[in-house]
């Protein structure tokens, strides 16, 4: 079995799903129902009093692990906060540190990012880390005690695809912990594309959520990482600039 | 008395944590509570009296990714 352990669980699949964006949350169960989905990021807000409270988490099989993030959070302080309550409510000890304050890109803090892990790795946290991809700053958060770096792929929510692979393909070849390709990938074929990369796993949420159908795409999502997975297992044919015909070139019958 | 719930200040006569989150219609299962920025459990919340000038974060999970 190709497993992938993240903190002190194992995980089959390697398609890591959120709660944001969906018309309905009945759709988050479906969802994870037809993708196989193991893990998947919710959210921590205050209650609107207008609109009642919502409870996510009971849209959420039990065996799915919980991954709450720390959106919202501008600084380390911040994101421990959120990450403290979180683990109090009985989310579990797994936290996506999300240190965001420019609003434009959503492009995250390395720096406060790094602090954050610091802090909550020391009160036994699994921490999982949304970063600028950036090989020291990697470096520092492995050192540090993270359970895996979750480097963007392009802005969240964009769909863009994997506008950063060069150095995420940095990251992979030399980070010894999980490296997971968060945001920005909005296609089946891009999932596919990191997991050939050799990233351990992927995190899909707009692409599946605002899909017009998210229970299917949320299985063709499923159905590319274990495809992109299985290639990079099998290793890449080699590729060259000219053509290597696949045919004998000797035998014709033109003589 | 004057309370600051979710960074606003309001005015309430409940007496205990609990009585406040019943008072709003909520599901004391699904929310979460920072009574003077400390989390207070959910089975303490009756036993939790409300003061003039306490500050109560009422928390809940939502969609995100």
């Not at chain 1, 709660?19 to 990021?41: D, H, P, R, V």
């Not at chain 1, 590319?224 to 590729?239: D, F, H, I, P, T």
């Amino acid at each position: 079995m190709d497993i992938l352990k993240i903190g002190n669980k194992e995980f089959s699949n390697r398609l890591l799903t959120g709660t944001g964006k969906f018309s309905s949350k009945k759709l988050i169960t479906e969802m994870l129902k037809a993708s196989g989905s193991e893990m998947i990021t919710v959210a921590l807000r205050r209650v609107d009093f207008a609109a009642g409270n919502e409870n996510i988490i009971e849209y959420i099989p039990k065996n799915v692990v919980l991954l709450p993030n720390t959106s919202g959070a501008r600084t380390a302080e911040e994101a421990v906060r959120i990450a403290r309550i979180a683990r109090e409510a009985g989310c579990g000890d797994f936290i996506k540190i999300e240190i965001i304050t420019d609003t434009k890109y959503l492009m995250p803090d390395n720096e406060e990012t790094l602090k954050a892990t610091k802090i909550l790795v020391s009160e036994g946290f699994h921490v999982l880390p949304y970063v600028m991809p950036d090989l020291t700053y990697s470096y520092k958060l492995v050192e540090a005690g993270a359970a895996a770096v979750m480097p963007l792929g392009s802005p969240i929510g964009s769909n863009r695809g994997i506008r950063l692979k060069e150095v995420i393909q940095i990251l992979i070849d030399n980070i010894d912990i999980p490296v997971i390709v968060d945001a920005g990938i909005g296609r089946p074929s891009q999932a596919a594309e990191a997991m050939e990369m050799g990233a351990d796993a992927v995190l899909v949420n707009t692409a599946i959520s605002a899909a017009e159908d998210p229970v299917a795409m949320g299985k063709a999502f499923s159905l590319a990482v274990q495809s992109g997975r299985m290639a990079y297992l099998a290793k890449l044919a080699e590729e060259s600039k000219t053509a290597n015909a696949s045919s004998p070139l000797t035998g014709f019958l033109r003589e | 008395m004057k309370i600051v719930v979710n960074g606003k200040v309001e005015n309430t006569d409940q007496d205990t944590i609990l009585n406040y989150i019943l008072e709003k219609n909520l599901e004391p299962k699904t929310v979460i509570v920072e009574y003077n920025f400390k989390i207070v459990k959910k089975d303490t919340w009756n036993n939790v009296k409300i003061k003039d000038g306490d500050n109560l974060e009422i928390l809940n999970f939502v969609g995100g990714g």
